[in-house]
């Protein structure tokens, strides 16, 4: 089947620490995203690539990184740097990234800290 | 920045009833899109308007974009519990001059009573 693949679906943190969210997919999309959901919250753009070896930042992209040396993978690591990294985040993808195409997206990753 | 609002941020319908969510960017659109995101689940696509004035239907759904493209509207007659959920509209951010990011609305959430 094609499609966005998220894991884990549940992360838990500890203080101080860095965590990585992995997205996979296999519709070879050029363009990848990262959004957070926030509960009752509209979906805001964390980082986001259109090529490979390259990514910009969105609109909340402190505390968080980013690499994407394949195609089909864009990991997000959430840093200590993020205080509030409780939230449910979602990996998402599209053919080129014009703006114009309609995203698809993985089933989620829930981060929440102990 | 851009920002695209919606309202009602919570409606409450007895299944039968109509249903409608507005949307309503700062600046004007180049397209804009609607997903539908189950409870627990992520968002999927439903549809794009991308010319002024333009009405697109989906059996109960009707979907219109403005004739300025600065708001669109989704309204579903006879609502079904099948259609609960947050319904999200989703534009590309022509104010920050990256046409390739789509900001998110902050969404409707959908509740049907059977």
């Known amino acids: 089947d094609g499609g966005i693949t998220q894991s884990p679906k549940y992360l838990f943190r500890k203080e101080g620490q860095n965590v990585t969210l992995s997205c996979e997919q296999n519709l070879n999309h050029d363009a990848m995203y990262w959004y957070r959901q926030d509960p009752g919250q509209g979906l805001r753009l964390i980082y986001y690539?259109?090529?490979?070896?390259?990514?910009q930042k969105g609109d909340i992209a402190e505390g968080y990184s980013v690499s994407r040396e394949k195609k089909e993978s864009f990991p997000l690591t959430v840093t200590s740097a993020q205080k509030n990294p409780t939230a449910f985040y979602l990996c998402?993808?599209?053919?080129?990234?014009?703006?114009?195409?309609?995203?698809?997206f993985g089933s989620g990753t829930q981060l929440s800290v102990l | 920045g851009q920002q695209v609002m919606q309202i009602p941020q919570y409606q409450h319908v007895q299944e039968g009833e109509d249903f409608t969510t507005y949307c309503n960017s700062s600046t004007t659109l180049s397209n804009i899109q609607w997903y539908k995101q189950r409870p627990g689940g992520h968002p999927v696509f439903l549809i794009q308007?991308?010319?002024?004035?333009e009405v697109k239907k989906q059996k109960r759904l009707t979907f219109q974009f403005g004739e300025a493209k600065k708001n669109s509207s989704l309204h579903i007659t006879a609502t079904q519990t099948t259609d609960v959920g947050t319904y999200f509209c989703a534009g590309p951010d022509l104010e920050g001059g990256a046409t390739n990011k789509l900001i998110f609305g902050t969404g409707t959430l959908l509740a049907v009573q059977p």
């Open positions: 690539s259109q090529i490979v070896n390259d990514f």
């Open positions: 308007l991308v010319k002024s004035g």
């Open positions: 998402a993808s599209s053919i080129e990234g014009t703006g114009f195409e309609k995203l698809f």
